[in-house]
Nanobody
């Protein structure tokens, strides 16, 4: 059984940075494709970023240049570095393992103006 646990969320002022982590445990391969999504109150879930098994990355157009997805295979962890945060980035951020259609419990990010 595979589980995903996100961490690193919190309260930050506009312009600040946060790094989210998503650690996978269980029967996994360290280089599986992974995705980050977010959902703000009253809004639909929104794609943020993805990383393939070959470490190619993709981002939502509106987030390019501010967010960076990366992985540490030795730690079975995928990261989301978020810079120049804006109040509209406030949401619960989830990581997802597409191969198993599995996601974590989410981590709250709140950006104050």
């Amino acid at each position: 059984q595979v589980t995903l646990v996100e961490s690193g969320g919190g309260l930050v002022q506009a312009g600040g940075s946060l790094r989210l982590s998503c650690t996978a445990s269980g029967s996994i391969f360290s280089n599986w494709a992974m995705e980050w999504y977010r959902q703000a109150p009253g809004k639909q879930r929104e794609f943020v970023a993805s990383i393939t098994s070959g470490d190619s990355t993709n981002y939502a157009d509106s987030l390019k240049g501010r967010f960076t997805i990366s992985r540490d295979s030795a730690k079975n962890t995928v990261y989301l570095q978020m810079n120049s945060l804006k109040p509209e980035d406030t949401a619960v951020y989830y990581c997802r393992l597409p191969l198993r259609n599995l996601r974590g419990q989410g981590t709250q990010v709140t950006v104050s103006s």
